[in-house]
């Protein structure tokens, strides 16, 4: 199977989206739901099943779609693999660091490695977007995300 652009995007959404899975049967996942007998999470693992699912299919299908196939450039690549590796590394700091504490430098790299370089806007952006996600989810909500003692609202 040939690396192109495609079936390494749906590639990666998958390892992804099965890696998020797994996360979710972790204790840090194991909060007082709402009365019900269902976990909290029992709504977000049928949405990362669906999302696997659909990635692993048209991972497999992408060839049959008859479109030119545009091989990956050696940058391209690089940028591939770049933003996998923030990908991991949010994902493992979360519980330790806290939301917000690794949601700001993944937003800022993503938006790096996809070529935004209006350094101002982003370093607020990548500030006060996911302070202003948590606030949301966990105040007005009341949907807990990872917090640490360390950096607590």
């Known amino acids: 199977m040939q690396l192109t652009f495609d079936r390494s995007v749906f590639a990666l959404i998958a390892l992804a989206a099965a890696g998020l899975f797994g996360s979710t049967f972790s204790a840090d996942y194991d909060v007082p739901s709402f009365g ?16 696997f699912l659909l990635s692993v299919f048209l991972l497999i299908t992408s060839k049959a779609a008859g479109a030119p196939r545009e ?6 690549v690089t940028k591939l693999l770049g933003v996998a590796a923030v990908s991991l590394a949010v994902a493992f700091a979360l519980p330790a660091a ?34 202003a996600v948590w606030y949301l989810f966990s105040r007005l909500l009341e949907l807990p995300l990872p917090e640490t003692h360390w950096i607590s609202f």
């Open 98 to 131: 806290g939301f917000v504490a690794t949601a700001s430098p993944g937003m800022f790299l993503f938006c790096l490695f996809f070529g935004y370089r209006r350094l101002p806007v982003l370093v607020l952006n990548s500030l006060i977007g996911p302070f």
């Open 36 to 51: 019900g007998d269902v976990s909290t999470v029992f709504t977000p693992r049928i949405f990362i099943a669906l999302i």
């Open 71 to 76: 091989h990956l450039s050696r940058r391209e």
